[in-house]
């Protein structure tokens, strides 16, 4: 029998623990092509990186720019940096009454009253009280002129698609609306009621904050005619202008101290729509300028001309950015192997099957140390066994005299961040140790269909540039949701289980869109990609649903990809590993010291040159307290339980239980449904194995460290953890 200690012999210090000494000075100098010689090498390779300045609106009297206002343009609302060609008829305080209603009037001026108009209702929400918060575009009220007087105001009618006016016999150009806004608390609101198409002078504009131009920069912005009525309105000069702000009065025919950068003239055709505009500012890099959007009426009554809507507008360039490596590591929570491509014939990861077939390393024998996702994550951060780190549920939180794989990425110069979509990746566990960000998202609820953690990510790494990146994410995205519905008969079970593919597919493509942000901007043969998950899930196969309560391998199994400079290409490896020796493999492929205590072992050598690697017995626990029945009845069991598992054989013990044990050779058992221990005369691995599996617990309390602390969780974690079944 095997000394029981050597199922937790610790990982060796380093990759020349188990290599020839004659490799070593070979193996220090390709360690230092990824450690610091490999990030000054980095700084070799660059790419041109997407930046925008914004153009905020100054006033005359030198007040402070302000802030883009929104606009809504047809369906669509988009950002403004002003209006050219609008007259405010009305700004005051009114009284929002009980439910929303809120009474807004103003007077059309005599020079305006002999044609229709639309007037647009600006809202200062009360809320805002102590905070910078401007006007919002919140309704209109038509005007006809002729139109008869209303006897009774009151009867006017509140819903917010409906308006009519309000003419009284004092003076037959006023118009007034009653609106309701339920998001409205009662109180003082500040109202403003602006007329279109109503130019005061010959030409309006609005004047931007100074700006240097940038090399390459491009003016990006956009139009729309503002008016209600097409019909007789005049066409209208559009100019924007570069005014030199410090040069020579006048300027020189080399340098002009105006430049003209658009000219055009436009006329409202039915309902104008929104013009994006692209003007090249080449000739004015270098140099500060102020911009300066025009418009006035082409002849005639100005009155009768549209308004101009100008959207918010900057100056979009390139800037030249040193590439950087990054080590990116992706978990799709609940992703079983059976709906992989690259484990067996299934259309739903196109993605992952492209990107890591031919060019990168696939574990064939990947299993979780846990099946629940706390618990399991915790392991591959930690590289130790659950019940050693001891976060086995959401009461417990790592303690801090534990690394983190973040943290020890952190010490080598990483920049770590992390996006979860919170619930069992909540900070407060212990998972935001190491990360310079950790962003867990709305506080709201997840569901499968809710869950973005891969979308924000995205977002974030579009606008990163800078040092070499960590970077973890973690989605619940491929979660499936199991109906409390008999699922006997086989047509409930594969409905669900082709519900759960779609959600499958529909992460693969999200986790394209992250890959895809890479390409170009790292350092490929100096980072690394890793796609795995904390635990499988079962779909009845063992008689219940979900994860969590049993230790079969549709539970156990993981997928396991990996892909970098430093991982053969298009291996496939039947070493058993686990999620707890990820993270030394992880920091030996990078160069990065390992931590001392780390249980896991480095699997480096297989997928760095395809050699063999013994691995110690791996150990799985489960804690989950429901379990989810074939007949959809939900119901208590005896938690918990451990399995072990030493090549193809595998033992599991109910230790909740009464102690019961199960055993499967999974070489020639692989669906686990002749259990050994049954048999009149065991195999003798199976009491080994078994003896192994009832010393765990002992065994694993032994090695704990220190214990973990007890956590409060917010109320908005509490939440995503009910709505996952996990808090109870």
Request: zero cysteines; proline letters at 6%; glycine letters at 10%.
């Amino acid at each position: 029998m095997r000394h029981s200690t050597a199922i937790f012999s610790f990982r060796p210090s380093s990759a020349s623990d188990y290599l020839p000494s004659g490799l070593l000075l070979l193996l220090s100098v390709a360690a230092l092509s990824l450690g610091a010689g490999g990030v000054a090498q980095a700084r070799e390779q660059t790419f041109r990186f997407p930046l925008k300045r914004e153009l905020h609106a100054v006033a005359a009297n030198g007040a402070a720019p302000a802030p883009y206002t929104a606009e809504k343009i047809g369906a669509s609302t988009v950002p403004v940096l002003g209006i050219t060609g609008r007259v405010v008829i009305s700004r005051r305080l009114m009284w929002v009454d009980e439910g929303g209603q809120l009474f807004v009037e103003a007077t059309i001026p005599e020079s305006m009253a002999e044609r229709r108009h639309d007037l647009d209702v600006y809202v200062q929400d009360p809320r805002g009280a102590g905070q910078a918060v401007s006007l919002s575009l919140r309704g209109s009220i038509h005007y006809e002129p002729g139109r008869k007087p209303y006897k009774e105001p009151g009867t006017l009618p509140v819903d917010d698609e409906v308006y009519k006016p309000t003419v009284t016999t004092a003076d037959t150009h006023r118009v007034s609306r009653i609106f309701v806004f339920p998001d409205l608390a009662p109180g003082p609101v500040l109202t403003e009621v602006h007329l279109r198409g109503a130019h005061s002078n010959d030409w309006e504009e609005i004047t931007t904050e100074p700006v240097e131009v940038p090399a390459g920069g491009r003016l990006h912005f956009g139009f729309a005619l503002d008016g209600a009525d097409s019909r007789n309105q005049l066409p209208i000069d559009l100019v924007v202008e570069a005014r030199r702000v410090g040069g020579v009065d006048g300027g020189s025919p080399k340098d002009p101290a105006v430049v003209t950068v658009l000219s055009r003239r436009a006329a409202a055709v039915g309902a104008s729509p929104w013009q994006d505009v692209s003007e090249d500012l080449a000739k004015l890099a270098g140099k500060k300028y102020r911009f300066v959007f025009r418009s006035r009426p082409v002849s005639g009554d100005g009155a009768s001309a549209p308004g101009v809507v100008w959207g918010a507008p900057g100056i979009e360039y390139d800037e030249v950015r040193r590439a950087f490596p990054i080590v990116l590591v992706v978990s799709l929570d609940s992703l079983r192997t059976s709906s992989v491509g690259l484990y067996y014939k299934s259309g739903a990861t196109p993605v992952l099957n492209d990107f890591f077939d031919s060019q990168g390393a696939v574990m064939m024998q990947a299993s979780a140390q846990a099946v629940t996702t706390l618990p399991a994550h915790m392991t591959l951060m930690t590289s130790l066994n659950p019940s050693v780190h001891g976060v086995v549920d959401e009461t417990r939180s790592l303690a801090s005299s534990i690394p983190t794989l973040a943290e020890a990425l952190h010490k080598e110069g990483w920049r770590t961040a992390a996006f979860t979509d919170g619930g069992a990746l909540a900070g407060e566990f212990g998972f935001k140790r190491g990360f310079d960000s950790f962003d867990e998202g709305a506080a709201l609820e997840v569901s499968p269909q809710s869950a973005d953690a891969l979308e924000r990510a995205t977002r974030w790494l579009e606008q990163y540039s800078g040092e070499p990146l960590f970077l973890f994410v973690h989605t619940y995205r491929t979660r499936p949701v199991h109906v409390g519905e008999d699922a006997g008969d086989e047509m409930v079970r594969e409905r669900q289980i082709a519900a759960y593919v779609e959600q499958v597919r529909a992460a693969d493509r999200s986790l394209g869109k992250l890959i895809e942000v890479t390409k170009g901007r790292v350092v490929e043969d100096k980072s690394l990609y890793v796609v795995t998950s904390g635990h499988g899930e079962e779909f009845y196969e063992h008689g219940a649903a979900g994860h969590g309560t049993q230790l079969y391998e549709e539970s156990l199994r993981v997928p396991l990809l990996l892909r970098g400079g430093r991982v053969e290409k298009g291996g496939r490896y039947d070493t058993e590993v686990g999620l707890i020796d990820l993270a030394p493999t992880i920091l030996d492929l990078v160069g990065a010291d390992v931590p001392e205590g780390m249980q896991g072992k480095s699997f480096y050598r297989v997928v760095h040159s395809g050699r063999s690697l013994e691995m110690p017995p791996r150990f799985a626990e489960a804690y989950r307290p429901l379990r989810l029945l074939q007949n959809g009845v939900l119901t208590d069991w005896q938690a918990p339980a451990y399995s072990v598992r030493e090549g193809s054989y595998k033992v599991i013990f109910h230790a909740g239980g009464k102690g019961e044990l199960e055993a499967y050779d999974l070489s020639a058992d692989r669906r686990e449904r002749r259990n050994l221990v049954d048999q009149s005369r065991p195999p003798d691995w199976v009491l080994r194995l078994g003896a192994m599996a009832r010393g765990y617990p002992a065994l694993a309390a032994k090695t704990a460290r220190q214990r973990p602390s007890k956590v409060e969780l917010t109320p908005a974690n509490r939440s995503r953890l009910e709505s996952l079944g996990y808090a109870h």
